[in-house]
């Protein structure tokens, strides 16, 4: 079978693991530190706080943002339901912005008449979570802009974006957000198996997720109620957290993955671009990159204007495991709402609905894309 998606682990990742097996510590050691370092030093940014998952690390994000019941947060439909669920983790309501036709990320047009109308009604979001949707930066600057007008917070969802760049700002670096969020899944650009990571360049953020991911808890000295006559022993909870922490064995995992983050996107790069060159006769449409970004290249997705069931069909049945990212969150019977119906956001329904990934990952060969494409073209009767 083909996979739409999958890991690539090298003997290299299996000693880094085992080597942490063999340590004193399995989880909360020194390897977590070490992995959050190479992030940090990746992209650019300050702070990194490890977690057990990009959905973790949205919900301490959000939390660490003082989102709360009363509060909006806002992002697009067309997203892993993830990017929702972080605000209602919260208590705080959730609603969308519409797709931009060509990138599939936020529609920053759709977002200000939005922000206009509702500081207009006094219903303003507290933050709002662009997508970085299959690698593609989201117009991280103009979105900026519109927090500093309208007084939300930038939580980056760049669970696909690990790598990429827009203008030569690596995404992660939170030049132009609060937080950024990476996903380590396996069929991520480096995986840690499970796992994710929140990066940001503020101090006070980044301290207030380290306690939300240990249950609340602090040991530092400078941090404790009475920290200058505690014992060793001594800690304290000074919130409700939770149990989100990545272990070293995780970390290890991610931070030999790391090592070969540029030749992964080297390989999906050229793979996405021999997608485009096989496809160019075929009646679908590529994706397109803005002006100014790299990709990292999470998904190559593609839109069929026909019976998209009748190719996925087909293709699954030659043992090819495309999927769809994503049917449009908004219409999920839990966000579906009497205001938010079919034809609320129609860029991110008409996606929704001609979508189909294809297969893309380093260990993809190019017999196994010719085939793709040939069982596709089969497929759309060309």
């Not at 892993?80 to 669920?85: D, K, L, R």
């Not at 049917?327 to 929704?352: C, D, I, K, T």
Request: hydrophobic share 40%.
């Amino acid at each position: 079978m083909i996979s739409y998606g999958r890991q690539d682990i090298t003997q290299t990742d299996i000693d880094a693991v085992v080597k942490v097996l063999l340590s004193e510590n399995l989880t909360q050691g020194p390897t977590i530190g070490e992995f959050e370092r190479a992030v940090c030093a990746r992209v650019g940014v300050h702070h990194a706080v490890a977690a057990n998952s990009a959905t973790s690390a949205l919900h301490i994000a959000c939390l660490a943002l003082d989102l709360g019941p009363g509060d909006r947060l806002w992002t697009v439909p067309n997203t892993f339901v993830a990017s929702a669920n972080c605000g209602r983790y919260c208590g705080a309501d959730v609603d969308f912005v519409d797709i931009d036709p060509t990138s599939m990320n936020l529609s920053v047009p759709c977002l200000k008449e939005k922000l206009v109308r509702a500081r207009r009604e006094q219903n303003l979001p507290k933050v709002v979570v662009p997508v970085h949707f299959a690698g593609q930066p989201t117009d991280q600057e103009a979105i900026w802009e519109l927090s500093r007008e309208f007084g939300f917070k930038v939580l980056e969802d760049a669970s696909h974006a690990i790598g990429a760049s827009r203008n030569g700002e690596p995404v992660g670096s939170c030049r132009w957000s609060d937080i950024t969020v990476f996903s380590f899944h396996p069929v991520k650009i480096i995986t840690t198996a499970e796992g994710g990571m929140a990066l940001t360049n503020d101090a006070m953020l980044a301290q207030r997720m380290l306690m939300l991911r240990s249950h609340g808890i602090t040991r530092d000295p400078k941090l404790l109620h009475v920290h200058a006559s505690a014992p060793r022993w001594y800690y304290e909870q000074q919130m409700l957290g939770f149990n989100y922490r990545l272990s070293d064995i995780h970390a290890a995992l991610g931070l030999s993955q790391l090592q070969r983050l540029d030749s992964y996107l080297a390989r999906r790069q050229e793979l996405a671009l021999r997608y485009d060159a096989l496809l160019a006769g075929l009646p679908v449409r590529r994706p397109q990159l803005a002006s100014g970004n790299v990709s990292s290249w999470h998904l190559y997705v593609i839109h069929v204007a026909g019976d998209r069931r009748a190719v996925f069909d087909a293709m699954r049945a030659q043992d090819i495991l495309v999927n769809v990212h994503y049917m449009p969150v908004h219409l999920q019977p839990y966000y579906r709402l009497p205001e938010r119906a079919e034809g609320s956001f129609p860029e991110a329904e008409r996606h929704g609905n001609e979508a189909i990934t294809l297969p893309l990952h380093p260990q993809l060969t190019v017999e196994d894309q010719d085939y793709v494409v040939s069982v596709l073209s089969r497929a759309l009767g060309c």
